[in-house]
């Protein structure tokens, strides 16, 4: 329809000569998709690829390729003006990869294979949507960081970008275009700063003040608050305070988003350390590159794509360079809260319908159960973009349709410290998909999965409560078991540098 060639590309990689483990696996994609399919990416933070562990691996574009990105149409997201790319991205290819894949997988092998999906952020959604629309196809899904609300997830960014610009302007913080400089409103040593008031509050709800909030669930934000309070300046900004903008702008990226008449549209993000991550964290979504002279923030620069390109139908194609504006001044409080309402398709098709298509939250896993499928989810406790409170609500669901059942088929993972997949200097690195191969294959539900961490974080200089020299004692690498949820790691006595030391537990502690 917009004049543009449009197809659904996939690599399929079979290891040969006695190198095939008998398995098949899907990867899912990220963000709009569009990238040029390889099937040699990791598994999240993992150390080796699906492909030289013996998977047979398939990877695709999701049917529109980035080479077709219009800067004068939503860049990346331009492939939103064809109805038929948007089928495709919604749902389309990743059905049709999958039955070519273990087709002509099973052909070239001659025998039998269990199947597995992986995928995290958008390939989480993806493999959300394999549990769900596509029960029968594979044997374990793994989803991670997965997108539940993906279009109110878009209306979570422009109303946390707006509460920063607010301050940028209060503060006079503008960059060349005159534009709000939202990169410079917190330094990484402003950063530090909540991160370690956040550690004040909640670090010892796991039995050890080492840095890491394992215990989400009881760091309240009246706690954190109360923390930031201590530190807030009584008067000029000095690098050993925040302003009061400063912490309002943080309770306003914490805090659910609602629109003019109450209704909440996105959960609330968990207080974590791991705020100070560069890589996969806070300042990579929310902020950007402190040293820049714009604003380099993944949310200020794709929301706008997917809110006019994608979600909307038809189309509301604009210029890239229009893009940040267009977030500043989107009118979030407006928007329904029932997202069928919020994004309806023109065509009257459901399949065309981002409100419907990509709202994959439903409960009803009957089938998959049926079909004797295994779902491990998991979130990174600091993830700046994905909230995991969605995860946490659609395991709840299922607690709520299955009851004690639940745990049978579909367990949850938080990693504390950790970013979006990955980052940050909490435990990212975890064989997850060793895990459920295990579940699926020999039936043995995972009650912990031992996760690797490297303070303070394998990137360049990342900033952190947890970095060496500090009262925990804690450097270099560690380990940490990932609790099957409502579990989470607690102190029990020993090396503090050792999964052996904590076990898993539902008890609270009194702060």
Same mark, same amino acid.
């Given at each position: 329809m917009d004049g543009r060639d449009y197809a659904i590309a996939f690599v399929l990689r079979l290891p040969v000569g006695g190198a095939w483990n008998g398995r098949f696996v899907q990867l899912g994609g990220g963000g709009s998709n569009g990238a040029t399919p390889t099937a040699l990416d990791h598994v999240f933070a993992s150390d080796t690829t699906p492909l030289l562990r013996g998977f047979a691996v398939i990877d695709t574009d999701g049917g529109h390729n980035a080479a077709n990105a219009d800067p004068e149409a939503g860049g990346s997201?331009?492939?939103g003006r064809d109805p038929q790319a948007r089928r495709d991205h919604f749902f389309n290819a990743y059905d049709m990869?999958?039955?070519?894949?273990?087709?002509?997988?099973?052909k070239f092998y001659?025998?039998?294979?269990?199947?597995y999906f992986v995928g995290c952020s958008e390939g989480g959604r993806e493999a959300l949507l394999m549990a769900q629309r596509f029960p029968d196809h594979f044997d374990g899904v +793994?989803? $991670?960081?997965?997108?539940? &609300?993906q279009p109110m997830q878009s209306v979570s960014s422009v109303h946390g970008l707006q509460a920063l610009a607010?301050?940028?302007r209060a503060r006079g913080l503008l960059d060349p275009d005159g534009q709000p400089a939202i990169h410079k409103?917190?330094?990484d040593g402003d950063l530090l700063l909540a991160a370690n008031a956040i550690a004040r509050a909640c670090d010892g709800a796991d039995g050890l003040v080492d840095g890491l909030v394992s215990n989400y669930r009881q760091c309240s934000g009246h706690r954190v608050v109360a923390q930031l309070r201590t530190v807030t300046c009584p008067g000029e900004?000095?690098?050993?305070?925040? +302003?009061? $903008?400063?912490?309002?702008? &943080?309770?306003?990226?914490?805090?659910?988003v609602r629109n003019a008449s109450g209704d909440q549209l996105y959960p609330g993000y968990p207080w974590d350390t791991g705020i100070t991550a560069r890589r996969a964290g806070f300042r990579a979504w929310w902020l950007g590159d402190y040293a820049k002279l714009k604003s380099d923030s993944i949310r200020l620069h794709f929301s706008s794509n997917m809110l006019r390109m994608v979600w909307h139908d038809p189309a509301r194609p604009f210029a890239l360079k229009q893009g940040p504006a267009i977030a500043l001044r989107y009118p979030y409080a407006r928007s329904p809260a029932d997202p069928v309402r919020a994004w309806p398709a023109q065509s009257g098709n459901p399949d065309d319908a981002a409100g419907i298509a990509m709202i994959n939250d439903t409960p009803d896993l009957d089938a998959f159960r049926a079909h004797a499928g295994k779902l491990l989810l998991w979130a990174g406790a600091a993830d700046a973009t994905h909230s995991l409170y969605q995860t946490q609500g659609y395991v709840d669901r299922l607690g709520k349709r299955y009851g004690t059942q639940r745990g049978n088929f579909a367990r949850f993972f938080v990693a504390p410290g950790v970013g979006h997949c990955g980052g940050g200097p909490g435990p990212e690195k975890a064989d997850l998909l060793g895990a459920l191969v295990k579940w699926v294959e020999e039936d043995k539900a995972p009650e912990a999965i031992v996760a690797r961490g490297h303070v303070p974080g394998e990137e360049a200089n990342e900033a952190s409560p947890l970095a060496p020299g500090t009262k925990n004692g804690l450097g270099?690498?560690?380990?940490?078991?990932l609790c099957a949820y409502p579990a989470h790691a607690h102190y029990r006595g020993g090396p503090i540098d050792q999964a052996a030391s904590f076990s898993c537990t539902q008890a609270e502690t009194t702060l």
């Open positions: 997201a331009a492939f990869v999958a039955r070519v894949g273990k087709s002509l997988s099973a001659g025998a039998p294979m269990h199947s +793994l989803a $991670g960081a997965p997108q539940f &609300l607010k301050e940028a409103v917190f330094s900004k000095e690098a050993s305070c925040l +302003l009061p $903008g400063q912490v309002t702008a &943080l309770r306003t990226l914490h805090a659910p270099g690498t560690y380990t940490r078991p």
